[in-house]
């Protein structure tokens, strides 16, 4: 069956997430100001951790090729000794990169609020995105069909937060599809929108997963930090955007944004401006 969610979160308390760290309920808006102080002060935290992350990350690779030049010198074969020590090493650093991951996805979370937006070509960066994942995705067998029309009015994008929210939901789509299928990307115009639909052939989610996608800390993988939907929905909304999704098991999922074009700020204020000097109107 298929389940839909329209992204909307109201300014209650959420309830938690099943796979909630709880944090999302700490950060549960007491006020702004003290809403503010955690996030700064959980980025501030966030910050001291990625320098010793990556000192120790340096070592281990330094350990790493010591334990390769024994290798090539008269012992041709590590000693078993070496070998556990090899091994442990390389445990470490699987866990040093998946603590930098979950770092750094938790900074691209919290940044929030740091846009600056300009009159951009959506169509282009689109395309742009889908070049950076097409290598990737042609090596597990995702073939692209992309459907941008010509001549789009622009939008007001901050292009490198919109960037990031569009490769979150193209390597979702890779992760749903690991042996393959079809990622459909399409740009449409509606009135003074821009529809921006991506679906994709993968595995789809169950109810509760359409639910809570959009929740901090939510994921159904072994080693997902759970932040890629909830940026994504962020910096479509920092754009006055909305995003939703309609998924089923089995056959697969679509996100759609939608983005107001720059043609309906101009109408608009000339709307109500009736021949009055131009305001600005939006804020950038
Ligand atoms: N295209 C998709 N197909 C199926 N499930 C998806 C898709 N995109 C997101 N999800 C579900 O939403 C969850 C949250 O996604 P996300 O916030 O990007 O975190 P992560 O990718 O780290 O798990 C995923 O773990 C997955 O269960
Ligand atoms: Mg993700």
Do not use: W
Request: aromatic share 4%; net charge negative; glycine share 10%.
């Amino acid at each position: 069956m298929e389940r839909t969610n329209s992204g909307e979160h109201d300014n209650a308390p959420p309830s938690p997430a099943p796979s909630s760290t709880g944090l999302e309920g700490v950060l549960a808006p007491r006020s702004q100001d003290q809403r503010e102080l955690l996030v700064r002060l959980a980025a501030g935290l966030a910050h001291e951790i990625k320098n010793p992350l990556s000192t120790m990350s340096i070592n281990l690779a330094l350990m790493e090729e010591d334990l390769g030049k024994n290798r090539s010198s008269d012992a041709p074969e590590l000693s078993p000794r070496e070998k556990r020590v090899e091994k442990r090493v390389r445990a470490l650093q699987r866990e040093i990169q998946r603590l930098e991951t979950i770092v750094e996805d938790f900074l691209r979370y919290a940044r929030g609020g740091q846009i600056n937006r300009a009159p951009s070509d959506l169509g282009a960066l689109v395309r742009e995105a889908l070049e950076f994942v097409e290598p990737e995705d042609a090596r597990q067998g995702i073939r692209h069909h992309v459907d941008l029309p010509m001549g789009l009015p622009l939008v007001m994008l901050d292009e490198g937060a919109f960037r990031q929210a569009l490769l979150n939901l193209f390597v979702n789509s890779r992760h749903a599809m690991p042996s393959g299928g079809e990622l459909i990307v399409r740009v449409r115009r509606e009135g003074n929108f821009a529809e921006l639909s991506v679906t994709d052939t993968g595995v789809g989610m169950k109810a509760e997963e359409v639910e809570h996608c959009f929740d901090p800390y939510f994921s159904t993988k072994k080693s997902g930090t759970g932040l890629g939907l909830s940026t994504t929905r962020r910096i479509v909304e920092e754009h006055g955007g909305t995003i939703t999704v309609v998924s089923e098991v089995g056959r697969g999922t679509n996100f759609s944004i939608v983005l107001p074009l720059v043609v309906e700020i101009h109408s608009a204020a000339g709307a109500r401006a009736e021949g009055a000097p131009a305001d600005g109107g939006e804020d950038a």
